[in-house]
């Protein structure tokens, strides 16, 4: 029993690995060379979030991979957009920003660095409402450098270049693993 249940989760860990190996390889593939321009929130645009839904704009974020020169476009009427430091961020303290924008209608900014972006409304009340976005800009040095903690033994990383070799090689494999499926029904019916 104890000796299945190790198996079926080393089975587990090994399929997590390989979606994630793949996961890699497709995005190092799709990664976009033209800047792209991010409307924040979506439809809903830059305002407090209805329905008391404070995690709506870390939800927007999670969705989207933002890049070196990207661009973010904050939509919204009667508001503001700060660019503040993580503990402003946090505590919703709108005394020293980084920079104000109060363009009546949509501010564009450009995601010039890699790292965190962290942006409030410049209504405080707001903000505790859940109107405050931070985002992580990747950075597009070598793909995805994958960083090992120092102290752990070599367990190894999986290079790119195999990576690509999956992703390159699945398509062969499945086709080959569907041909020998319908030979072999063929050859039963024979
Ligand atoms: C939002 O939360 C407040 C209390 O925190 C509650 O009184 C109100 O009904 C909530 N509104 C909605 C739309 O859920
Ligand atoms: C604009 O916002 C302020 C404070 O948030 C509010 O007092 C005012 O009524 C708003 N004006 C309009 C036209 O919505
Ligand atoms: C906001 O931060 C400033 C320092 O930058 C501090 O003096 C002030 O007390 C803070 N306000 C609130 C409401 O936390």
């Known amino acids: 029993m104890a000796a299945s249940s190790a198996s079926s989760s080393c089975t587990l860990r090994y399929f997590s690995t390989l979606i994630i190996t793949l996961s890699l390889a497709l995005n190092t593939r799709c990664a976009p060379s033209e800047p792209a321009e991010f409307e924040v929130g ?10 008391n839904d404070t995690w709506f704009y870390t939800r927007w974020a999670a969705d989207n991979r933002f890049h070196v020169g990207d661009s973010l476009s904050f939509v919204y009427h009667n ?41 409030i409304s410049g ?18 040095a070598p793909p995805h450098p994958i960083v090992m903690p120092p102290s ?31 030979a072999r029904l063929f050859a039963s019916h024979h």
């Open 123 to 140: 209504n405080s009340e707001h903000c505790k409402e859940g109107q405050r976005l931070e985002v992580d800009v990747m950075s597009d």
């Open 42 to 51: 979506g439809e809903h645009g830059w305002r407090v979030p209805d329905n």
């Open 79 to 119: 508001d503001s957009v700060m660019v503040v430091e993580k503990y402003a961020y946090y505590h919703c303290n709108t005394s020293k920003p980084i920079y104000v924008f109060r363009d009546e209608g949509k501010t564009l900014i450009k995601l010039d660095r890699a790292g965190p972006f962290y942006f």
């Open 152 to 182: 752990s033994p070599a367990a190894p990383a999986p290079a790119p270049s195999s990576a690509f070799a999956v992703a390159e090689s699945l398509p062969l494999a499945l086709f080959a693993f569907f041909t020998a499926g319908l």
